[in-house]
C-alpha cells in the first residue's frame, strides 16, 4: 500500500472498493462460464451401436469453414475393431493421408495423388453441396483446412472403427498403373512450372543440393535462366530424386495406407486407364447411388485427359529404366488388390 501522509483523502469504509467491484464481477462470470463448459469426458462411454453418425461441420462453403476435430485420448481406441492408437489412417497429416468421409453415401475414399485426386476431391464437394465444387486453386479442393469435407479424423474412434468395419460401407480407392503414374508425377512437378515443385519439396535433403542446383534455386526464384529446366532428366528422376526424396506423388500406391486396412477395410478398388476408368468410376456411383445424379463428371474427354501420361510412355522409357520401375515398385506390381502384374510395364 502507497501511504500518502495525513492529508491524504480516504475512501469511506461503508463504501466497496471499485476494484474490488471488478475481482468480484469478474470471478462471478468465470464461475458461469466454467458451469456452462462441457466436459471434455461427455459421452465418452456410450455404444456406438446405438449412436447415429453425425455430419460434423455446417454445409458452408468450404473456403470459409473450419471444423474441430474431437479431443482424443489413448483409452478410446481399446476393444476397436481395426482402428489403433496412432493409424496413419487417423492422422491429421498430409492433404492425402487421412480418408475422406461422405456420410450420406457411407463412403470411405482414399485420394492418392497422381491418380484423378483433384477430380474425385471436386466431386465429393459437389455432393456434400458447396456451390464452389468446381473451383480450382492452390487450396481448393485439396487443402483439408479449405475444402469443407469430412475426413476419418473428424469423428470418434469408434465412430471411425464403424465406418472401417462395417460391412454398409464402401470403401474406395483408385489405382494407377505404376509406370503411367511415375511419368506423370515427372511431367507435372519437375516438368511442370519450372522444377518449382521437386526443388521445394526435395532441396531440404543434402544429397539433393548438387542434384537440383539447390543452391542456385534458393537465389534465384524460378523461372530463371539459370537454373536448369527441368531440374533432372526422367532417367535421372528415377535413379536420384526417387532414391532420397520420396514425395506422395510418386510413391508406391501400396504404401498409401498400412497393409491391414488394404486387407480388412477396402473393398472396392478402381483403376485409372482408358479401358476402365469410365466404367469402375460408374460402378462406384452406382453402388452409393450417386451416378444418376453426379455421373456426368466421368465423360470419355476425363477418361482421355487423366490417361495422357500413356501416350508418352514410348518417348521417356527405355528397357532399362523398365526394369527401374519394376524394381521400385514392385510393391504396387505384386500387390493383390490392385490387379497389376510385372508384365504390365513391357513396353
Known sequence: ???????????????????????????????????????????????????????????????????????????????????????????????????????????????????????????????????????????????????????????????????????????????????????????????GNHSYYVRKHCCSIPSMAPVLDCNLFRTNAPPSIQLKNPAVSFAEFLTKVYKDCMDPHWRPQAKRMPQKYWDKAINFVGHLDNDHFHNDAQRLLAQVGAWEEFGDMFNDNLAKHATSAKHNIQHYFTPELEQTVKEIHRVDYSHPLMGFSAADSEI
Open 1 to 191: 500500500m502507497v501511504h500518502h501522509g495525513a492529508s491524504s483523502p480516504r475512501r469511506s469504509p461503508s463504501k466497496p472498493s471499485l476494484c474490488g467491484a471488478y475481482i468480484a464481477s469478474f470471478l462471478l462470470t468465470s464461475l458461469l462460464i466454467l458451469s456452462h463448459r462441457p466436459s471434455r469426458h461427455h459421452n465418452h462411454h456410450h455404444d456406438p451401436s446405438q449412436h447415429k453418425f453425425r455430419n460434423r461441420h455446417s454445409n458452408s462453403l468450404g473456403s470459409q469453414n473450419k471444423r474441430q476435430m474431437p479431443t482424443v485420448f489413448p483409452g478410446d481406441f481399446k476393444g476397436l475393431k481395426l482402428l489403433a492408437y496412432g493409424d496413419a489412417p487417423y492422422q491429421f497429416g498430409p492433404w492425402d493421408n487421412a480418408p475422406i468421409v461422405v456420410l450420406s453415401r457411407k463412403l470411405l475414399f482414399w485420394t492418392t495423388p497422381k491418380v484423378a485426386c483433384t477430380v474425385f476431391k471436386k466431386l465429393f464437394r459437389r455432393m456434400e453441396g458447396y456451390a464452389d465444387w468446381d473451383v480450382e486453386n492452390n487450396e481448393l479442393p485439396h487443402n483439408p483446412y479449405k475444402n469443407g469435407l469430412n475426413y476419418l479424423y473428424h469423428f470418434k474412434p469408434a465412430e471411425a472403427d464403424a465406418m472401417l468395419t462395417d460391412p454398409s460401407w464402401t470403401r474406395a480407392i483408385f489405382v494407377r498403373e505404376p509406370r503411367e503414374r511415375l511419368l506423370s508425377a515427372y511431367l507435372d512437378k519437375v516438368v
